[in-house]
């Protein structure tokens, strides 16, 4: 099942990764987890991880954690481009755009099918990919921070 977003002026279809790219863009955000962490617990907290249709999710909520996304920023910065690009295309490929014909592809030969897709659009969209596809894994970070921070 897809999830329904809309960014900008654009709704759009955020599918989820298969089980070895999860894989594969998990080892390569990973060394950036402990930067990122508090985005993704955010995400958590602000009920993003499990969202099945357009009604329970606006992306103003998204905007709400603006402030969170300064480390998801400089985390990409630390990437290597290599697997900054990989991470981006990888999420990049199960995002599909409405159009007047349905849904289209945005993403074909690691770059934007569409002209006037911006990075404001697409970090959105592929946080929202991550959301989808590593909802579990970023339950259970909470989950480890929590017990963390509160120890028996």
Known sequence: MNDLINVGEYQYQVGKLNALDQLHVSRR?????????PLLVNIVEAGLTDIKDSESFDIDILKTLAPSFQPFAEALAEMSDEHTDYV???????VRR????????VWRNKAPAFDDMEMSEI?????AVLRSSLGNFIAGLRTSQTEAMNPQ
């Open 29 to 37: 955000i990973a060394p950036v987890i402990p930067t990122i962490a």
């Open 88 to 94: 981006i295309s990888k999420c990049m490929s199960v």
């Open 98 to 105: 409405k159009t007047n014909d349905g849904y289209a592809a």
């Open 123 to 127: 970090l959105p969209l592929v946080i």
